[in-house]
């Protein structure tokens, strides 16, 4: 088999292989934050912080929710890495912005953070910071072990069926959950152009 038909098939199997419960789930949950008027803050780093700024835009022109992504403000995030450190920065931001209990924040990675393995630490303590203002966690990630899937007040894991290539196949997914969640009827406010 080709590596083509075989990751497209792996896709196929994935997508089978998702929970609907909990993608409907996050859905019921981004109904609540918009009714109340909260605001939905989107995290991710590498790859996933590309998908978070996507996200925004769709979040809030085809669900008329009120969204953020840190990372789209490359001078910040620099600046508090470079005069804080790297697992900060995340957290900082949020409490510039007065993350409150009203508010969101929106995991996208792959692992979902891990202080032991010091991997994406900023997302771990910027899940920690939500828990503390009472702010809820809902995420999509690639692995079940993470700090994200272990924490979050509703989380879509992406079926780990393929480890090799866990990370392209979770990353694609963000974009196919995140896009299915803002056509939604339940949340679309918008129509697409095309």
């Not at 994935?14 to 609907?20: E, L, R, Y």
């Not at 995420?139 to 700090?147: A, H, K, L, Q």
């Amino acid at each position: 088999m080709s590596f083509t038909r075989q990751h497209l098939e792996e896709t196929i199997e994935i997508t089978k292989s998702i929970s609907i419960e909990k993608v409907e789930e996050l859905i019921d949950h981004l109904v609540v934050l918009k009714n109340t008027g909260g605001r939905l803050f989107i995290l991710g780093v590498g790859g996933s912080a590309a998908n978070a700024s996507h996200a925004v835009n769709d979040f809030r022109k085809l669900a008329g929710i009120e969204a953020y992504a840190p990372t789209d403000n490359i001078s910040e995030i620099t600046a508090r890495t470079n005069d804080e450190g790297w697992s900060s920065i995340f957290s900082g931001w949020l409490k510039v912005s007065r993350l409150n209990s009203n508010d969101y924040i929106f995991i996208l990675s792959v692992g979902g953070g891990d202080s032991e393995k010091k991997v994406s630490t900023n997302l771990v303590h910027a899940i920690e910071f939500a828990k503390e203002v009472g702010a809820k966690i809902i995420g999509i990630v690639g692995r079940d072990g993470g700090f994200t899937a272990k924490h979050a007040t509703s989380c879509v894991v992406i079926p780990n069926i393929y480890p090799d290539s866990v990370t392209p196949h979770s990353e694609s997914f963000q974009s196919v959950i995140w896009h299915l969640m803002v056509s939604h009827p339940k949340l679309k406010a918008n129509s697409t152009k095309w």
